[in-house]
């Protein structure tokens, strides 16, 4: 990852706190955007989903449908790239 831009994507979203516990929900296992939102009872569905999104241009959650759910795979192969 050797992209200015690449890694300015990165930096930006690992800049808010939201995005940053949503990147540590995803560390053990995969959610789906249903019980991402529910860990954040303060913000709506909407905001969450924005924050997901930002999260996915930087590389960092990968998103797979199944069905009608929305599952979230944490990559941290981006992190991983900067810290090499």
Request: with cysteine; charged share 25%; aromatic share 4%.
């Amino acid at each position: 990852m050797s992209n200015p831009a690449e890694i300015d994507a990165v930096f930006k979203a690992l800049g808010h706190h939201v995005r940053r516990r949503i990147l540590d929900d995803l560390r053990d296992q995969p959610l789906t955007t249903g019980t991402l939102c529910a860990h954040f009872p303060d913000l709506d569905r909407c905001t969450v989903m924005q924050h997901l999104g930002v999260l996915e241009e930087a590389g960092l959650v990968i998103a797979e449908r199944r069905g009608r759910e929305r599952w979230n795979h944490l990559n941290s192969l981006p992190i991983h790239d900067i810290h090499e």
